[in-house]
């Protein structure tokens, strides 16, 4: 069962996050227009005002293209 209460204060918070920071969903929309894939390594760093670095990275798994595709249906 959906809760609409919940899903609207997503939307809503999802539509706030895209007013303070519009190149984001231009970014993620360049990349699914690549195409994702298996194999593919995401790198992700997270920089604190303390200037103190924050590095991962990933190796996107079949699984990982699923959880994706999942979640995009949600969101359209």
């Known amino acids: 069962m959906v809760d609409f209460g919940n899903m609207m204060k ?7 996050f ?11 929309k360049a990349v699914a227009q690549k195409g994702l894939k298996e194999d ?3 790198e992700i760093v997270v920089t604190t005002p303390e ?3 924050i590095e991962t ?3 996107v798994k079949a699984s990982d ?12």
């Open 51 to 53: 200037n103190e670095r």
């Open 40 to 42: 593919t390594v995401i």
């Open 18 to 28: 895209k007013e303070n920071h519009p190149k984001f969903p231009a970014f993620c």
């Open 10 to 16: 997503f939307v809503g918070a999802w539509n706030s």
């Open 65 to 76: 293209l699923e959880l994706l595709k999942s979640l995009g249906a949600i969101g359209n």
């Open 57 to 59: 990275s990933l190796k």
